[in-house]
């Protein structure tokens, strides 16, 4: 079960830096409900994955320098994009 609820941190973390809406690694510690250590190994985790990940002091925000190769959420959830109703 703390796999399942690591990757859905990890979704929701990739969401929030492609929209720059992250604010700071105190900010997303609060938001997530862990400490500032586990935000820091999530970055390190989406740069093992592929991702270059920088902090913007002005925006203050994490932001993609490169992308994730792939879509996390895709890998998460296969068949809910797309869907038809």
Same mark, same amino acid.
């Given at each position: 079960?703390?796999?399942?609820?690591?990757?859905?941190?990890?979704?929701?973390?990739?969401?929030?830096?492609?929209?720059?809406?992250?604010?700071?690694?105190?900010?997303? &510690?609060?938001?997530?409900? $862990?400490?500032? @250590?586990?935000? =820091?190994? /999530?970055?390190?985790? *989406?740069?093992?994955?592929? &991702?270059?990940?920088?902090? $913007?002091?002005? @925006?203050?925000? =994490?932001? /993609?320098?490169?992308? *994730?190769?792939?879509?996390?959420?895709?890998?998460?959830?296969?068949?809910?994009?797309?869907?038809?109703?």
């Amino acid at each position: 079960m703390k796999l399942i609820a690591q990757l859905q941190h990890l979704d929701r973390l990739d969401d929030l830096i492609r929209r720059k809406a992250t604010g700071s690694s105190a900010q997303l &510690a609060a938001r997530f409900g $862990c400490s500032r @250590r586990t935000i =820091y190994n /999530y970055l390190k985790t *989406l740069e093992e994955l592929g &991702a270059e990940v920088v902090y $913007c002091d002005k @925006r203050r925000s =994490y932001y /993609y320098e490169t992308p *994730l190769p792939g879509d996390l959420h895709g890998l998460l959830y296969p068949g809910e994009a797309g869907e038809e109703e």
